[in-house]
Nanobody, 116 residues
């Protein structure tokens, strides 16, 4: 199993970024997928989850209305569109495979920094 994130970077408050995660080594379309993040000194936080067919999504209140998770099963790729970014969104963002409600594989992460 391999999950490779890309698309992180430095953005000003109020800006947008789109993260991508390319999956390999497993049947991507069979799995629920998530994005998680970890800020310095804080615990990891689940920020978005999407069903295997993309029909259902879920977000915590901290990002609801600003972040959108999506997937392209034909391309084996997971996305996270982040709008109206805030300094508190600064973190390393991870692509995560979920199995029976448990995060079982993680990517290496991509840094997102929101700062003026």
């Amino acid at each position: 199993v391999q999950l490779v994130e890309s698309g992180g970077g430095l953005v000003q408050p109020g800006g947008s970024l789109r993260l991508s995660c390319t999956a390999s080594g497993f049947t991507f379309s069979n799995y629920v997928m998530s994005w998680c993040r970890q800020a310095p000194g804080k615990e990891r936080e689940l920020v978005a989850t999407i069903s295997s067919d993309g029909s259902n999504t879920n977000y915590p209140d901290s990002v609801k209305g600003r972040f959108t998770i999506s997937r392209d099963n034909a391309k084996r790729t997971l996305y996270l569109q982040m709008n109206s970014l805030k300094p508190e969104d600064t973190a390393v963002y991870y692509c995560v495979r979920r199995m029976r409600g448990v995060n079982d594989y993680w990517g290496q992460g991509t840094q997102v920094t929101v700062s003026s």
